[in-house]
């Protein structure tokens, strides 16, 4: 098993580009979610879903999109990318279990500088 | 919205010295988890406490959960330069199970 597979690992854009961050799991998680950490800061839910076809607003969604096509992929959109979206960024998943104790796990992570 | 605060921001310890971090939640929570970050990596799941003042060691780590789910902490008796990394707990509170929220997390770094 790869596990959480994220790519790119790193990424330049300029202010206004649009890229898409990808993560793909194969655990057969249901539930899969995006964090950015920046320094101080700890990790910040962006956006999670539950399962294929569902998903939900974290903490810090905007000027992020996500989708849920199939169980296994959970990619982030940036539309127009800002210097305040430079960060680390983390794709978690985990099994869903009905008492949510199912521990996350991350992948390599994303280093995304943003011009 | 829920938050976790968890203290101190850094720790500089003597290889051998004890460390302790604390985490403490603005409301009451169904489950705590702890993950470490070594420098430059992912965060790795090491544990979850889900009863009210469960306490679970893993050789040298001791995790404890407060009697009114509302804090933990994680406990390294005498540190090795293995042990430097970020530790970071999270935490579910019952009205947004499905939004796990981190602390700011804990730097340890240890003098060998």
């Known amino acids: 098993n790869a596990g959480v597979t994220q790519t790119p690992k790193f990424q330049v854009l300029k202010t206004g580009q649009s890229m898409t961050l990808q993560c793909a799991q194969d655990m057969n998680h249901e539930y899969m979610s995006w964090y950015r950490q920046d320094p101080g800061m700890g990790l910040r839910l962006i956006h999670y879903?539950?399962?294929?076809?569902?998903?939900d607003q974290g903490e810090v969604p905007n000027g992020y999109n996500v989708s849920r096509s199939t169980t296994e992929d959970f990619p982030l959109r940036l539309l127009s990318a800002a210097p305040s979206q430079t960060s680390v960024y983390f794709c978690a998943s985990s099994y869903n279990d009905r008492a949510l104790n199912s521990p996350l796990h991350f992948g390599n992570g994303t280093r995304l500088t943003v011009t | 919205g829920q938050q976790v605060m968890q203290i101190p921001q850094y720790q500089h310890v003597q290889e051998g010295e004890d460390f302790t971090t604390y985490c403490n939640s603005s409301t009451t929570l169904s489950n705590i988890q702890w993950y470490k970050q070594r420098p430059g990596g992912h965060p790795v799941f090491l544990i979850q406490?889900?009863?009210?003042?469960e306490v679970k060691k893993q050789k040298r780590l001791t995790f404890q959960f407060g009697e009114a789910k509302k804090n933990s902490s994680l406990h390294i008796t005498a540190t090795q330069t293995t042990d430097v990394g970020t530790y970071f707990c999270?935490?579910?509170?019952?009205?947004?199970?499905?939004?796990?929220?981190f602390g700011k997390g804990t730097l340890l770094t240890v003098n060998p």
């Open positions: 406490l889900v009863k009210s003042g």
């Open positions: 999270a935490g579910r509170s019952g009205g947004s199970n499905y939004k796990l929220t």
């Open positions: 879903s539950v399962g294929a076809g569902i998903t």
